[in-house]
């Protein structure tokens, strides 16, 4: 079963607008991980975030966690073309060894 | 260096049959793990290795079935293969220390799986 929802499902937007998607999960986690995902090919990792962490700065990419809601916020600024693609959080459950749990994805569309 | 490696990218397969998929990990990496992903989902669990030992599992069929060699590549076999089996499915690694906690997992690219 899916642990995490992602919101919104898909969001269509201007190259040079911010996009943000949103994660909501279910029970503690060791960690979150935010990977990308091409035209359903592999997984490409961007970001993890560990449960003690608040925000997270990477590039053009800020991710926040908030532990209490149990949700986390993908951000990427002055998006480009290139940024078109399916956002996946991933969670490391406490007690789960590293098994990610994913959420359903958001699909990202950045118009030239 | 190179990344994780699956083998073969697409594969085509009928009702029944069995398949083999391979993965081969980031060099350094002990921990192999397995994920399903249908069309229009996120990946799911299958399997989790480290230092050739079962790690964890998710919740597959015993149809599924995985293994880890002593150079850490995997293999993850399917048997009586079934039309919802196909999927996409990537492989995963990581270093494996910890207990896998903490841990970023690498993805490969995928092997899609078609059963007709």
């Known amino acids: 079963s899916q642990q995490g929802e992602e919101d919104p499902q898909a969001l269509s937007i201007q190259e040079g607008e911010n996009a943000t998607m949103n994660c909501s999960y279910k029970?503690?986690?060791?960690?979150l991980q935010w990977y990308r995902q091409n035209s359903g090919r592999g997984l490409v990792h961007l970001i993890l975030i560990r449960s003690n962490e608040r925000e997270k700065h990477s590039g053009r990419l800020r991710v926040t966690l908030d532990t209490s809601k149990k949700s986390s916020s993908l951000l990427i600024t002055a998006s480009r073309a290139a940024d078109t693609a399916s956002y996946f959080c991933a969670t490391d459950g406490y007690n789960q060894g590293g098994k990610l749990i994913f959420g359903q994805g958001t699909e990202l569309s950045v118009k030239p | 260096d190179a990344g994780v490696t699956q083998s073969p990218t697409h594969l085509i397969k009928t009702r029944g049959q069995h398949v083999t998929l391979r993965c081969s990990p980031i060099s350094g990496h002990k921990s192999v793990s397995w994920y399903q992903q249908v069309l229009g989902q996120g990946p799911q669990f299958i399997f989790q290795y480290y230092e050739k030992e079962e790690r964890g599992r998710g919740n597959f069929p015993d149809r599924f079935s995985a293994r880890q060699f002593p150079n850490y590549s995997s293999e993850l076999n399917v048997n009586a293969l079934l039309l919802g089996d196909s999927a996409l499915y990537l492989c995963a690694s990581s270093l494996g220390g910890a207990g896998g906690v903490q841990e970023t997992q690498y993805f490969g690219p995928g092997t899609r799986l078609l059963v007709l």
């Open positions: 029970t503690s986690i060791n960690n």
